[in-house]
């Protein structure tokens, strides 16, 4: 038996907002979107490279305000790819921790995403 990586499930409580955010500002591609008819809340799966997210507009499914970490091989170019492009207010900054380097971004929703360079620790 093998374990993999866990697939989180973040709130979200508008499409336009988080398909401009995630695909848009982050440049998550859009594997997948269900609903169980039209008018019902959206559940969508985003991918970048190996990072799969899970977003949903149930209620029921998780609650706004999560964090995750995600790990990044090169901090700098996601960095730079990020503050080239406008988003509102988001205006991320690399932060050094004892384990490493981090930017976080906060999404719409109150999700905070932490990417995480651990080479660098």
């Known amino acids: 038996m093998q ?24 440049g998550f591609s859009e594997d997948w979107a269900h609903r169980f008819e039209a008018g019902l809340p959206l559940y969508v799966q985003l991918s970048r490279g190996d990072c799969v997210l899970h977003l949903s507009e149930h209620h029921g499914d998780c609650c706004p305000g999560a964090a995750l970490r995600i790990s990044v091989d090169d901090l700098d170019a996601l960095h730079a790819e990020l ?39």
């Open 83 to 121: 503050t080239a492009r406008a988003c509102g207010n988001a205006r991320p900054g690399i932060t050094n921790q004892p384990w490493g380097r981090d930017m976080a971004v906060t999404d719409p929703f109150g999700n905070r995403l932490i990417f995480t360079d651990i080479r660098a620790a």
């Open 3 to 26: 374990l993999t990586a866990p697939i989180p499930i973040l709130r979200s409580f508008d499409e336009a907002k988080a398909r401009a955010f995630y695909c848009e500002f982050l």
